[in-house]
Each structure stands twice: as structure tokens, then as C-alpha cells.
């Protein structure tokens, strides 16, 4: 039987920098940070550094034995990176290319690699933010619990209080909120149903 842990990540990449923090399965937080040559600082996108910073801090951590039978979980306030990944391949050739160094990483390692988009408020809240920057004195790398900024476990109604009365303003309040062990179910009597579907976008 194999066991598999979850590994949680947050990357973020500025124009001089990067940075990236992992919680581990056994509690450690590992992180890389450093500065980008010029080429790469003044040649290439903001896209494109920051998918490179989530690929290389998942290759440095696997090169150090962290991901053995892991899920590892990405989070980028880069909606271009989060795609890429998502739809596994880019109109871009230098995207493309990330996206196929990462899925090269999962068959190699036989790991299970997510990417989810997050609000820059939630970055910056991390800490992580910071670490591209060069400050290893904020919040997760000070001992912050890294998934207490990431509530995976919530549906996005649930975080957000004003998000139903919102929804209902415009479908009506005669609309049929599904859970999750409704919406697989046939419904015949028509109306409108809303389903809040996925719990990990746009935390």
C-alpha cells in the first residue's frame, strides 16, 4: 500500500525576484528566494516569471527529496500561470514549455501536482509576498500555520457571507441551492438551481 501526503506551496515572483514557501507533510516550511538575472527580468514577461518560480521551487524541493508520494498543491496569484497549467499548454512557447516541465515532474516522480489561483491580499498575508522580496521574518516563515490562509475545505459560499444574497439578486428567490449531494441528482420540476462549484479557486 502507498501512502500519499499533502505538500502545500505559495510562489510568487516580483520584477527583481522570487520567492517561494512549502509546507511539508511533516510541519517544516522549506523556501527558495533569490534575484533574476537580467535577461530574465528585463526579457520576459511577468507570466512567464512567475510559472518559471513555481516550476523551479518544485524541482529544487524534489531534487531535495520533499515531494516521495506527495500531492503537492500550488498557489499563484497569477491567473496566466494557474491556466496554463489547468488547460496543459499555452499559445506561448515559453509557457508551454513550464507547463511541460511540470507535468515531466509528475510522471517522473509519479506525484500529483495542483495549481490553484489566489487573491494577492492572500500572498501578501502568507508572507510570501515578502519572500520574493528578501524579508524571511513574515507570517508562515515566522511560524504561521500556512493552511489557515487557504481554506480548501470551505465551499465559496461558505467564505463568502455576501456571495448567495448576491447571487439571488439576479436568479431570484425561488432559486434552488444545490449541495453537493444534490446537484447529481436529476431535477424535473425546472427552475433555476445554482450549484457553488469547486472549492479551491480564487481563495
Avoid at 515531466?104 to 498575508?125: D, F, W
Avoid at 502568507?126 to 528578501?134: I, W
Wanted: with cysteine; glycine share 12%.
Amino acid at each position: 500500500m502507498r501512502v500519499v501526503r499533502a505538500t502545500y506551496g505559495f510562489g510568487d515572483a516580483s520584477g527583481d525576484g522570487f520567492g517561494a514557501a512549502m509546507h511539508l507533510p511533516d510541519g517544516k516550511i522549506y523556501y527558495s528566494h533569490g534575484v533574476w538575472d537580467w535577461g530574465i527580468s528585463n526579457e520576459h514577461s511577468s507570466n512567464y516569471r512567475e510559472l518559471r518560480n513555481l516550476v523551479e521551487s518544485l524541482e529544487k524541493a524534489a531534487a531535495a527529496g520533499l515531494l516521495t508520494n506527495t500531492e503537492a498543491w500550488l498557489f499563484t496569484d497569477n491567473t496566466t500561470a494557474k491556466a496554463a497549467y489547468f488547460c496543459g499548454s499555452s499559445k506561448s512557447r515559453q509557457l508551454h514549455g513550464l507547463v511541460l516541465r511540470l507535468r515531466l515532474l509528475e510522471m517522473r516522480l509519479g506525484i500529483i501536482i495542483g495549481v490553484v489561483h489566489v487573491l494577492g491580499k492572500t500572498m501578501i498575508r502568507v508572507g510570501v509576498d515578502g519572500v520574493s522580496r528578501g524579508d524571511l521574518n513574515a507570517n508562515v516563515l515566522a511560524g504561521a500555520y500556512m493552511l489557515s490562509f487557504v481554506p480548501l475545505h470551505l465551499s465559496a459560499l461558505e467564505r463568502s457571507e455576501g456571495l448567495l444574497p448576491w447571487s439571488l439578486s439576479w436568479t431570484g428567490e425561488n432559486t434552488f441551492v444545490l449541495g453537493e449531494a444534490d446537484w447529481p441528482r436529476p431535477h424535473m420540476n425546472g427552475g433555476t438551481y445554482l450549484w457553488a462549484r469547486g472549492r479551491w479557486c480564487g481563495i
